[in-house]
């Protein structure tokens, strides 16, 4: 697998990162603490070396990262976030300075470790100054019990004000070739401060794979219930930019899954995706696409394919709509 540095802060991580969250939080049932573990174990072993985590996806799934990892610690970058009332993202937030110090000692015996390599704040509190936040951080930094600070889904204004004060490492937001939103203010910002970018959903939740369509039942608790780019007629309509995929992917021999994550290393040489999966077969399969690159042809060909596709549907529900690019 190869290394990619997170913008100027030194931190460098394997191109693809695994997002840990699917194991055990929002895309229905999960797995079983074994079968988490042993999915965080494999993904070392083909390469990966950044895991991300948080506090708001349950005690189970930084238990499972901290478990799975142990053995491998000086070799791994761990991420975890805090943001939410006690955890919990149907609460409100709450990033008081300490609160957040409560989140980190929790997370530090969950994962088994003496430092977080990659703290997050899991969403903008505007009830708390940034500057506080980034103070607050700053001291876990200053204490050892903190390597880097990151935010998510932050918007312009709130990056600066928190970067003044500590310098971030990396940005964690969505970003895929069904939402390109990054490319108009975000990027160009990371770009001049030295921030990385750690793109989640980067296969659109699942939807890019091309193994969803309008008859797809999802789990009673799978948060893509409640998204209105996942409602039936949107992903009838959407199945357009898979189609555009598949095309591509048959030019190259690979898979749209494939396609899409190459695409998104193409874009910035500071940017490293964490697509998650329960499957290890989907595991390889993204794996893979961290083995080539795709050609100017091939980009131009993408471009040109999505130019007169218009992608349907909100990708949050109104009140979590609310709580991103603050």
């Known amino acids: 697998m190869k290394k990619r540095m997170l913008g100027r802060s030194g931190l460098e991580v394997s191109a693809l990162g695994f997002g840990c969250m699917g194991l055990s939080y929002g895309y229905g049932p999960g797995l079983d603490r074994a079968a988490g573990i042993q999915m965080i174990r494999a993904a070392f072993e083909r390469g990966v070396t950044f895991f991300d985590t948080a506090e708001a996806y349950g005690a189970l799934n930084e238990e499972m990262v901290g478990e799975a990892l142990a053995p491998m610690r000086d070799r791994v970058v761990i991420a975890t976030k805090f943001g939410f009332k006690n955890g919990d993202v149907g ?59 990151g935010l998510s889904e932050a918007g312009a204004e709130s990056i600066r004000k928190a970067h003044a004060v500590q310098p971030i490492a990396a940005l964690q937001s969505e970003y895929s ?26 296969l659109g939740k699942g939807f890019l794979t091309g193994a969803i369509n309008a008859r797809t039942q999802f789990a009673a608790d799978d948060f893509r219930n409640v998204v209105p780019r996942f409602t039936a007629q949107s992903r009838d309509a959407n199945l357009a930019l898979v189609e555009a995929l598949k095309g591509v992917a048959s030019a190259r021999g690979t898979t749209p899954a494939q ?68």
């Not at 989907?282 to 091939?298: G, K, Y």
């Open 177 to 202: 070739l069904w939402w390109r939103e990054p490319e108009r203010e975000l990027l160009p910002l990371l770009e001049e401060l030295g921030i990385g970018f750690v793109p989640f959903s980067p």
């Open 91 to 149: 609460a409100g937030l709450d990033s008081r300075p300490q609160r957040i110090r409560q989140v980190v000692e929790a997370s530090l015996r969950k994962l088994r470790t003496d430092r977080i390599d990659l703290l997050y704040q899991h969403r903008v509190d505007p009830d708390v100054p940034m500057a506080e936040v980034a103070g607050a951080v700053k001291d876990l930094i200053d204490q050892g019990k903190v390597k880097h600070f």
């Open 259 to 326: 396609i899409a994550l190459a695409w998104l290393l193409a874009q910035k040489p500071w940017i490293a995706p964490i697509p998650g999966t329960t499957k290890l077969h989907r595991l390889d399969e993204n794996l893979a696409s961290a083995q080539f690159e795709l050609a100017p042809a091939d980009l131009q060909a993408i471009q040109l394919a999505l130019a007169d596709i218009e992608i349907v549907g909100a990708r949050y529900p109104a009140d979590r709509a609310a709580l991103v690019n603050r």
